[in-house]
């Protein structure tokens, strides 16, 4: 692994984070910090904050809820020349040791769409995480996956952001990236070692706040979201991005 904090060239910002996952496995990135490095403003969030709209029922939930939609995309990227290749769509698949609850099978998601896609902040997101990961690991060549989610909760039903509990992802680095959150209370991220030291406690509450995990050495949980007024819709939208060496 390198020394983020001597790689040349790279925003102050860029260099803290690396850091902070190379000491301790984790990072949270302020939509201050977020926006400054993908260029976004208020609008741009707003704007991106539509295309949750667009998802889909995830009809895998093996505990028998109905409160996730979301989309999947699969993405090469190589950070030291920013080119981002999008792969062709495929099954989604994670090992029951990873995902107890809803692994060990092909799960068939809607791709992202083609707005989603040629959203400026969808790139800009990537490329910052991925010159943040490459200063951290000391690669450059990335297996990336996007999976946009929105969590719906109401009178009937609890909304389940991590319904399989304390767990990984089985990547090298996982982010949490908060798009938007409408009359729901809870939905606090939490960080754990193996021995169940809490490493870290936070709720995600402003668009382009970012959790960034180093997936090998700390495992991650989100308590449930409910509604504010259960009258009134209510929702809870990340972005999760995976990275994975090649």
Known sequence: MS????????????????????AGGHHLLTSGTLSALAGAGAEDWARFARHWDDLTADTYMRDGGTYRYRRYGHFHLDSATDTLT???HAPYAQDLTVNPL???????FDPLTEEFLADPLTRATVLTLGRIFSAAEGVTAWDVKLHPFRIVTG???????APQGRHRDGSTFVTSLLVARHNVTGG????????????CAVTLSTPGEQLLVDDR???HDVTPVLPVDPARPAYRDVLIVDFDLL
């Not at 020394?3 to 190379?22: H, I, N, S, Y």
């Not at 009178?155 to 952001?161: I, L, S, Y």
């Open 3 to 22: 020394d983020p904090t001597q790689a040349p060239g790279l925003p102050e910002a860029v260099t803290a984070a690396a850091a902070g996952l190379a």
């Open 86 to 88: 999008a792969l062709p």
């Open 102 to 108: 809803n692994g060990g099978v092909q799960r068939h």
């Open 217 to 219: 050495r700390v495992l």
């Open 155 to 161: 009178a009937g039903e609890t909304g389940k952001p």
């Open 188 to 199: 606090e991220s939490s960080l754990y070692t193996d021995d169940g030291e809490q490493l």
